[in-house]
C-alpha cells in the first residue's frame, strides 16, 4: 500500500516539532543533574573538616632545632610558623624517613618519621598531669594533630566538651 501524498508537509512539520521538544527535555535533564551534582559536591567540601592552622616554612633560623641527639640531615632541616601553641620543625632523618617535631608548649615534644607516601603526624591529647596540657587551653580529652602535608604543617582541633583542663 502506498502512502498518501501530504502535499503542505504537515506530517515533516510534526515529527520535526517532537524532536525539537525532546531536545530541549534532554538538555534540560542534563542541566538539572549537572547542577544536582555540582551543588552536592559543594556541599561536601563545605561539610569537610578544616585545619585550624597551616604553617609554613619561615625564614627563621631552622638551626635552633633543640634535639641533638636526633639524627637528621641538618641540609633538609625546614623551621615552620609558631602556632598560638606549638612550634615545628620537619627534616629527614639519617634512614631517609620524612620526620615532622613538635613541642608543645616549653615542655611537651614528640616526632613522627613515616616511610612512603605517608604524612607524618604526631598527636598530642589533652590529659591531666600530661606536660604542656595546661599551655593548650583546651578542654580534657582534646586532640591536636599536627601533619606534616603539602608544603606545611597542618593543626588540626579536636575538642571534647569535657571540663577545661585545670593542671
Known amino acids: 500500500m502506498v502512502a498518501p501524498a501530504d502535499p503542505h508537509g504537515t506530517h515533516a512539520a510534526v515529527t520535526k516539532g517532537r524532536w525539537r521538544r525532546r531536545a530541549w527535555a534532554a538538555a534540560l535533564m542534563v542541566g538539572v543533574l549537572a547542577l544536582g551534582v ?8 563545605m561539610m569537610e573538616p578544616k585545619a585550624a592552622a597551616q604553617l609554613r616554612p619561615t625564614a627563621d633560623d631552622a638551626g635552633e ?14 623551621r ?7 612550634r615545628a620543625w620537619s627534616a629527614v632523618s ?37 606536660e604542656g596540657a595546661d599551655t593548650v587551653g583546651l578542654p580534657l580529652g582534646s586532640l591536636l594533630r599536627f601533619v606534616l602535608r603539602d608544603g606545611g604543617v597542618q593543626v588540626w ?6 571540663p577545661a583542663y585545670s593542671g
Open 38 to 45: 555540582g551543588a552536592g559536591l559543594a556541599l561536601s567540601w
Open 65 to 78: 632545632f633543640p634535639f641533638e641527639l636526633i639524627a637528621i640531615d641538618p641540609a633538609t632541616l625546614v
Open 80 to 86: 615552620y610558623e609558631d602556632s598560638d601553641t606549638a
Open 94 to 130: 639519617a634512614e631517609g624517613l620524612e620526620c615532622l617535631f613538635v613541642i608543645v608548649g616549653d615542655d611537651w615534644f614528640d616526632d613522627s618519621c613515616v616511610v612512603g607516601e605517608l604524612d607524618p603526624t604526631v598527636d598530642f591529647t589533652v590529659i591531666e598531669g600530661a
Open 157 to 162: 582541633i579536636a575538642q571534647t566538651s569535657g
